[in-house]
């Protein structure tokens, strides 16, 4: 079983900065965060969660058009950890955050991510106006 713990949410006012970050652990053999294509998703009031940027296993990124230019998603493949930089955050910003991914190979293409895990508890990001 595989476990994602995101964190580092909080209050934030607009054009501000967040970090965010999510460690991916299970138990031995469950899975090779190496081998992993990881995502940030998001999910806003009222609206369906979201992938808001992929990292790949050689670090090539993808975002979407609200994300590029704003946030930044990094990986630390030594401790399991994905990140999302959100910079200059906007009041549209305000979401639940969670991460996911899955093997590369059979579960990232053509810039979409399929989620291959339960869902973490997510981190919760408020962006004031």
């Known amino acids: 079983q595989v476990q994602l713990v995101e964190s580092g949410g909080g209050l934030v006012q607009a054009g501000g900065s967040l970090g965010l970050s999510c460690v991916v652990s299970?138990?031995?053999?469950?899975?090779?965060?190496?081998?992993?294509?990881m995502g940030w998703y998001r999910q806003g009031p009222g609206n369906l969660r979201e992938l808001v940027a992929v990292?790949?296993?050689?670090?090539?990124?993808n975002y979407t058009i609200a994300a590029k230019g704003r946030f930044t998603i990094s990986r630390d493949n030594a401790k399991n950890t994905v990140y999302l930089q959100m910079n200059s955050v906007k009041p549209e910003d305000t979401a639940v955050y969670y991460c996911?991914?899955?093997?590369?190979?059979?579960?990232?293409?053509?810039?979409?991510?399929?989620?291959?895990?339960?869902w973490g508890q997510g981190t919760q990001v408020t962006v004031s106006s």
């Open positions: 299970g138990s031995l053999f469950s899975f090779n965060f190496n081998t992993m294509a």
């Open positions: 990292i790949t296993v050689g670090g090539d990124t």
């Open positions: 996911n991914g899955g093997p590369q190979r059979t579960h990232y293409k053509g810039g979409y991510l399929r989620v291959g895990y339960s």
